[in-house]
């Protein structure tokens, strides 16, 4: 019961946060200098083709006239349609959404793993020179940030010592059979493994960039989580009982210092999602945060709403998730 | 954890004063760019273009870091990008420090209404994608040195909200401001005068941790041609411009990049650094 | 012929020349029950930790033996001192608040040594746990193992860890001021629950305490401590008549009796203490010089 009044009152409160986002957005955007209209025709348009044409998009009326016949179309699923590619908002939008999240998921999974790795191997190895080293690594990882990352990759494993793709998504050649824009999972699905290798040739080295900064604050507050429960009656009678160091932390330690380290991490998993935007321009990765700085450039109005939203929607769901796995993890929050 | 605590210690000094060292010589290589770089940053020779820096054999002499595709000097502009990356850093870092410490500062003691408005624009600003927003804000505000300041501020402004907030609700929850308002302190002095000192280190830390946040941001808009004009050089438009010819010339990209590296680092450092200096519990 | 031998047992805090434990020495045959008995600092516990293998890291232990069955443990190597022990011996903890992994339920926590250091089939531990749970008088014994720790009280919780100490049918129990952290109502059904396991499993047990009535209660012999030396070792019926130690002699005045447990305690004199330290700084300069 608990659970779910906690569950209704994330949902208003995330329903206030996504209309916030909304208005911010819109105003902000209304207020770019330069008229898009004028750029999309061709030169020499008279005046009247530009008004026609501003009163098509509604560019004509107010702001908060423009905004409520906006918000009106959301709630029905239409987020307008894009000035420069003159396709529907949401139809651009759904078919970049599938890269970017691979993208995400597959940089949080090396964070996980690398983080993993590094708080584990840490606290196995409490007071000696290897952790002291596996926190001067963390620290470093931590100061720098993705942009950065992705440069140095690009550098030493693209330029240097070329193991990876640098730039896109796949190789253009490539035949690809698929009906949707997952590529990474349809490829598993289909058997395709020669496009899958393609596919992670590709996406490494930018997931990589995004996953460093994380892995490292997963490394620290994990490793922080397991040597305090260290210290707790219970893991000192699993010793008793014959275990190892190794079976004590997976086991005993392990599944109590996740959980305050689960939250944290939610919010620095939004971090990343934010930080597809510039990877994903560094490695010119066809996905959303690449689609969006195009849009700002051209100055496409309807197409940098529907994008910010939807980066919203992201952040606030990834949070939602994040909240109910905690409580769902949480024995104690169960049984409530 | 004493032991962790001790070794943290021990590494403070040579962190603080390489860092420092670092940004010191970088401070006077901005303040100095005219006296220092051996040619013009925006002075193009197509036919010195893509000169290799001076220990490959095909160097030009006199251009030490090599040239770019337009035949400019590297380390001149390095050293002129020095210019606009530390005076982006020191200026948005302490606006968006002092907004965003007085508005934590003020909902974590004040609570009631304040905090309710602060903490929701809070959620609201942590569910934009940063660099989208500040690419938005530029493309809104136009290209220009004021822009990008006015943008690292609008965006990070949370950054010390959140973490001020906190903390000031920490210390607001302990005995000793209570009693400070029972001899007599209103509540603004009693912010100012008992809970400020005790937030003080860890705005240090942000503030120089934001300056190093502020350089990236500069970058990154100069990476994606959104910067100030492109006559003036940046770290973040000659990595842009390098990106295209680093098969090529890598030392275009190579070098900038290793100056920006060096620099974020090093404000990180320093704010850790001073962190453990300044923490009373950890003096 | 004792079960646990330990003889010449000298710890100290790590890097340093502070002893922890002061050439200590005693033995505990099958079926008995022997009290550690101190005050807090005395190093009861260290003895216990020691031979389970779980001393903190700051902690060495530089000169000794630990026998455990005819074995010296310290001449082992870890993983095989650690599998030895998890064969034949068993801890009953002090604080059963924090003995139990929270996130583990109670099944598992009882069966994990039968199933993993011992080879035991999952239905076998089972029933062998359900079993337990009746010796150790818990009613509906298919519920508790299905709980979580925090769904259960604090004695409940150390009926489980007594039962989960049984489980393997070990030889020695240490148990480490098992009721301290309890509840005085619940603190002598506990006890009574650890005499009567204790008697059925014919178990050498280990008892440390700071409380000298649950000693003459339980324990068949004891080894009174004072600065990690062993200041007086002896058969319970000879030390409760006669204490020979002026420390021991004052530990039993300072014990506030069931029959008038309001009566004035006299805390242990500082002549006394004067003494013992003397005794403490005597052992440690014929150490020194050795």
Known sequence: MRLLRTLLFRLVSTAVTLVGVAVIVFVVIRIVPGNPIAMMLPPGATPEDIALLTAHYGLDKSIPEQFFIWAGGVLQGDFGTSITARQPVLTLVLGRLPATLELSIMALVIAVILGGAAALTGTRERGTKIEAGIDVTNGMALSIPDFLWGLILILLFGVAWPLFHISGRVTPSLDLPFTTDFYLFESVIRLRFDIWADIVSHMFLPALALAIPLAAIIGQLLKQSLKETMHFDYVTLARTKGYGETRVITREALPNAVLPTLTLVGVQFTFLIGGTVIIERLFSYQGLGNMAIDAVINRDLPLIQGIVILFAVIFTVVNLVVDLTYALLNPRLRHA | ?283 | MSFLSISNLSVRIAGTTTRLLRDVALSVSPGEVHGLVGESGAGKSMIGKAVLGILPRSVEIISGQIELDGTDLLTLPPAEHRRRIGQSCALIPQDPMTALNPSRRIGPQITDRLVDILGWNRAKARERAVELLHEVHIPDPDRILRSYPHELSGGMRQRILIASAFAAEPKLIIADEPTTALDVTVQKQILKLIKEMQERHNTALLFVTHDLGVVSKICQSLSVLYGGLVVEATDVHGFFRAPSHAYSRALLAATPKYTDPEASLTPVPDAVITEVNAQVDAVDREWRGG
Request: net charge neutral.
């Open chain 2, 1 to 283: 954890m004493l032991d962790g605590r001790s070794q943290v210690r021990r590494r403070a000094g040579p962190r603080l004063w390489l860092s420092g060292g670092w940004l010191t010589a970088l401070a006077l290589a901005a303040i100095f760019a005219s006296f220092l770089s051996p040619h013009d940053p925006l002075a193009q020779d197509l036919f010195l273009g893509r000169m290799p820096p001076f220990w490959v054999d095909s160097a030009e002499p006199g251009y030490f870091l090599g040239t770019d595709s337009l035949g400019r000097d590297v380390l001149s502009r390095i050293l002129y990008g020095s210019r606009v990356a530390l005076t982006v850093a020191l200026i948005a870092g302490t606006l968006t420090c002092l907004i965003g410490a007085s508005l934590g500062l003020l909902a974590g003691y004040l609570r009631g209404w304040v905090d309710v408005v602060v903490s929701r624009l809070i959620d609201i600003w942590m569910a934009f994608p940063p660099v989208l927003f500040s690419i938005l804000l530029i493309a809104v505000l136009g290209p220009g040195l004021i822009s990008i300041i006015i943008a690292i501020v609008v965006i990070d402004w949370t950054r010390f909200a959140r973490v001020v907030r906190a903390e000031a609700m920490a210390q607001g929850a302990m005995d000793y401001p209570a009693s400070a308002q029972v001899a007599g302190r209103t509540r603004l002095s009693t912010m100012l005068v008992e809970i400020l000192p005790n937030v003080l280190p860890t705005i240090v830390a942000l503030l120089t941790l934001e300056m190093g946040i502020a350089v990236i941001v500069e970058a990154i808009l100069s990476f994606v041609n959104l910067s100030i004009s492109t006559d003036d050089p940046t770290w973040g438009g000659m990595i842009s411009e390098g990106r295209v010819s680093i098969y090529q010339a890598w030392w275009v990209i190579v070098f900038p990049l290793i100056t920006l590296f060096l620099t974020v680092l090093s404000f990180s450092q320093l704010g850790e650094g001073l962190k453990d200096r300044f923490d009373p519990v950890l003096r």
